[in-house]
């Protein structure tokens, strides 16, 4: 799992860079939220050719767009898409449909990274 808020077309090219030189043949799945004052068309395109599946969520601030409001706005260029409003719930779907060999990308926004790294991190310690 890598967490990269590619929250802008820079980074969103950098991502793809990466994504391209390392995960070419491999099923990526992408975990994938924004906020309002972004340029998500341009950032979907950029990096939704490199996902086979993206799930579209909100991470949790006021300043988010809606999932479903992302997918109407950049689900056309993905392979294929799913709407799950809640990150945890986004990111538990992403675990489910991955395979040993796949990789999940949380991106987007460094606000759905932030709150799901800490998801992450809080599970880590409690199992131990």
Do not use: C, W
């Amino acid at each position: 799992m890598y967490l990269d808020g590619a929250h802008n077309p820079s980074a969103a090219r950098q991502l793809a860079a990466f994504l391209a030189e390392n995960f070419a043949g491999r099923k990526v799945l992408m975990v994938f939220g924004a906020l309002r004052d972004k340029a998500v068309d341009e950032i979907a395109g950029i990096l939704f050719p490199y996902a086979a599946q993206v799930i579209f969520t909100e991470p949790r601030t006021t300043r988010s767009i809606s999932a479903a409001r992302l997918a109407a706005m950049a689900g056309h260029h993905a392979a294929g898409f799913e709407i799950i409003p809640d990150a945890d719930r986004a990111l538990d779907a992403a675990l489910a449909l991955a395979r040993p060999d796949d990789a999940i990308f949380v991106t987007g926004s460094l606000y759905l990274v932030g709150q799901l790294r800490a998801r992450l991190l809080r599970s880590s310690e409690a199992a131990g």
